[in-house]
């Protein structure tokens, strides 16, 4: 209690950390009497993560959770060991990330107790929209109506003040004007849009309330908490307001709490910034967040299957650090968001990056872009499944499968827990009704299905979604029967030419595993030599020097010794 203490003192004058104490060591003791459900204590192979909605999945006169439960019991149980819900409380907007009550769940959800029926058949990642929340949530209105009680706990900033060093993930205004009750305008700081009110934790109570819905979502049996947009979360003007020392300071806090409430508990913090700034967020490797998003992740991997060249991404895993020994990457290609492009930028040329978009956007894709410092703009994130962005409207699905397959076997096969989102999952195309309806980009991929319309469509034998879905679970349930693939576990990158990524996990001279994968539409020769067993057919094979990988084939190979045979 005392270590937590000290952390308040960091960004508090004492005598306001004095002041919010009492009441909040006894919400801590609170929530540590109640014994709360106990958590794996740490990750391993079989540790393989489902990204979906809450409302996935619907069927009449069910709440949506119930379907999932269905959902997940028929066809994901044994490919998932945790399920992460994106916000399923009431929002106004963005399909979630506007809260409007923390603490209640969204009623075509269900209640709490759908939630709990689901933590007794999988662990459970919340979602903890930290930084901001919904202009029509209670805290707001009674804002805007005077209360005292919520005066600062928002972020009132004259519209003459210069801000133009602050960092902008959207090309809309950092200020909304809002009209208060008794007719006064006030401008108020909204990073991603003016229904999403960014929080002020410069304001002690602020801070306490957040605590208090952290140790909720615990206590409701949140085993993973996501910190959504983290970065954002201390503003300070004539700075950047991304990355601050306090924000730090607040996520160490966090994870403090959680160590003391719920040991197990792991804090992921959500960062979609280069890679330098987003691993800062381990602080020191004990510390704050046990997991970082792999942002760098998806865009590589489409750049170099869409460019047939794994020079890029090769040289990034050779870079590319052991998170450490109490740390790991949270590693995707797809979510509920588009294909982030900052964390590439200077890893792959601008006009590359700007050439790929450009590609991209001729085969269906859509682009959301950002403000920069000079009053430009810049592409910010590809909006797009992940089927779509791999391939072209002219492919046939056998190629598409292909190349969807290759891709995932490197999220399955690098260092870090693996997530894969529900409409990879179902090998999902875009999905431009969905955009008309919403006018929003990322509608794209973010369709919700009929329970029955979708369980007819993965039993079509001929359909790319069957397909899809066959493959990808084979390709999950070996990953989790190999030890080798522990997150935790070394990696050697092995260099086999430019259209080839080639990785080894290595435990000891004897226990390794090496993993290549061609990433060209073409026949490659690499040089591999040894018996090995092929993890994926289950077949030995003996290789001696120039072997051939055929367009988009992907070898697990673990090697056989002498003294096995």
Not at 207 to 217: Q, R
């Amino acid at each position: 209690m005392e270590h937590i203490k000290d952390r308040l003192a960091y960004l508090y004058p004492k005598n306001e950390v004095e002041e919010i104490w009492p009441n909040l060591e006894n919400r801590l003791v609170e929530a540590k009497e109640k014994r709360l459900k106990d958590r794996k204590p740490t990750w391993d192979e079989k540790d393989v993560v489902l990204i979906t909605y809450a409302d996935q999945f619907h069927e009449k006169e069910q709440p949506t959770l119930a379907t999932f439960k269905q959902m997940f019991n028929r066809y994901l149980a044994d490919k998932f060991e945790v399920v992460h819900l994106l916000p399923f409380y009431p929002y106004s907007s963005d399909d979630g990330f506007s809260v409007i009550d923390y603490k209640n769940v969204n009623p075509i959800a269900g209640d709490w107790e759908d939630v709990d029926s689901l933590t007794k058949v999988t662990r459970l990642m919340f979602d903890y929209v930290c930084n901001h929340i919904s202009a029509k949530s209670s805290w707001f209105q009674e804002y805007l109506k005077g209360n005292p009680e919520f005066q600062d706990f928002f972020i009132e900033v004259e519209p003459s003040i210069d801000l133009s060093l602050v960092t902008r993930p959207r090309a809309t205004p950092v200020l909304t004007k809002f009209t208060l009750a008794d007719e006064t305008e006030k401008h108020i700081w909204t990073t991603f849009s003016d229904d999403q009110i960014d929080l002020n934790f410069s304001n002690p109570n602020l801070l306490v309330k957040m605590i208090d819905v952290l140790l909720f979502y615990l206590e409701q049996g949140a085993e993973y908490l996501r910190l959504d947009a983290v970065g954002f979360m201390w503003k300070e003007i004539g700075t950047t307001c991304i990355h601050h020392e306090k924000t730090h300071q607040i996520i160490k806090l966090f994870r403090d709490i959680a160590d003391e409430v719920a040991r197990g508990t792991v804090i992921i913090t959500e960062t979609n910034v280069p890679h330098k700034d987003n691993v800062s967020y381990f602080g020191n490797g004990r510390d704050e967040a046990h997991m970082v998003y792999q942002f760098p992740l998806p865009p590589l991997v489409l750049y170099s299957i869409v460019r047939e060249n794994g020079s890029a991404l090769t040289n990034w895993a050779k870079q590319l650090e052991p998170a450490g020994e109490k740390t790991t990457f949270f590693n995707f290609l797809a979510s509920h968001d588009g294909i982030g492009l900052n964390p590439i930028r200077g890893i792959i040329a601008e006009d590359e990056i700007l050439g790929m978009v450009e590609e991209l956007k001729k085969e269906g894709a859509l682009v959301n872009y950002k403000k920069n410092p000079d009053g430009s703009e810049s592409p910010y994130e590809i909006n797009v499944t992940y089927m779509d962005a791999l391939n072209k409207r002219s492919d046939d699905d056998t190629i598409r499968l292909k190349r969807f397959l290759l891709a995932h076997s490197i999220l399955l096969t690098l260092p870090g827990v693996p997530a894969v989102y529900i409409q990879s999952m179902l090998g999902s195309r875009n999905d431009y009704d969905g955009v008309s309806k919403t006018g929003m980009n990322r509608s794209i991929n973010r369709q919700k299905y009929s329970l029955d319309g979708i369980e007819k469509e993965l039993a079509d034998t001929d359909s790319l979604r069957y397909h899809v879905f066959s493959e990808l679970t084979n390709l999950i349930q070996i990953r989790k029967a190999e030890a080798l693939f522990n997150p935790d576990v070394p990696m050697e990158v092995v260099d086999l030419g430019d259209k080839v990524f080639a990785v080894k996990r290595v435990l000891n001279e004897k226990d390794e595993l090496l993993v290549i994968h061609n990433l060209a539409n073409e026949i490659n020769v690499c040089d591999i030599t040894g018996r090995y067993l092929n993890l994926i057919t289950g077949e030995e094979a003996e290789y001696a020097g120039n072997s051939k990988l055929d367009p988009y084939q992907f070898l697990w190979l673990k090697p056989i010794h002498q003294e096995e045979n």
